[in-house]
């Protein structure tokens, strides 16, 4: 348990150190792109979708007792904000998975791996930008497998009030795994092998994933999210 406790600190620690990565200048022209895809992506989506559900929410409040719609409200914005905000964010790296990859090969130049090139050029970009998108849609459906029957649970009563704590869990494996992959794409493996290190060093990844989960879910700063995330998985990747 010690030995857990240890590791899943110094995964957290990444979280940290992807944030500063990105905001270091010679890291701002990556950045761009998947920041910008991240901010309309999740903004708009959130919006339209909270928009959509206030009349249902509001509607399903209306059925508690008032002492007790304090409670409940907390409870949907914390199921829902973080069920949907994963979603989003799924659809968000689809989109920016070939300038996710040029921004962890740069980041990989600048923590000093010679293996990296840091600039991939014009044709290996798009062989790696395609071949990410296809690792994305595999991995979307691998995520899927598990956030449907979740998303199910958050709608059952009973069960749902454990909803918060299991989207807390799998969205630390989630983005542990999303975000980890890409220097491994980059490098031509495969995302079975994400999740076989994640299955040997619980503690490193959920660790790196749940300090995600909390930059996810804090509004503003969610917008640098995805490419914190891409930081740090590629710190990780070059550390571990």
Sequence with gaps: MLKFLGQ?????????????????????RWVLVPFCLSVIICGAGLLAIGLFLYEQIDHYLGLWPSYFRNFILWFLICTL???ISFLLFALSNLLAAPFNSQLSAAVEYKLGNS?????????????VGLASMGAEIRKLSCFLKIGLPLLILTLIPGPSLFAPIAWVWFGSWMLSLEYIDYPLSNHGRDFPESKNYAARERGLTLGLGFALTIITLIPLVNCVAMPAGVAAGTNFYVQK
Excluded: H
Aim: glycine fraction near 14%.
């Design 115 to 127: 293996n990296s090139s840091g600039n991939m050029g014009l044709m290996k970009s798009i062989k």
């Design 8 to 28: 899943f600190k110094e995964g957290f620690s990444f979280g940290y150190s992807g944030v500063r990565l990105i905001f270091q200048r010679d890291m701002l």
């Design 81 to 83: 904000s973080s069920s």
